[in-house]
């Protein structure tokens, strides 16, 4: 199973059951939590 890492807290995601990521320049992140995507967000916004 692929997994990633979470580049807000470091943590490992397992892409295939992640339910918190974002799209970005056609790059998908992932993270561990919803706080972790806003944060992400909130570094560089849309
Ligand atoms: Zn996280």
Redesign the pocket.
Same mark, same amino acid.
């Given at each position: 199973m692929p997994k990633v890492k979470?580049p807000? *807290?470091q943590?490992t995601v397992e892409t295939e059951k992640a339910r918190f990521f974002a799209d970005r320049d056609g790059v998908r992140t992932y993270? *561990?939590?919803a706080a *972790?995507r806003e944060r992400f967000l909130a570094q560089r916004p849309p």
């Open positions: 979470d807000i *807290c943590m993270f *561990c939590s *972790c």
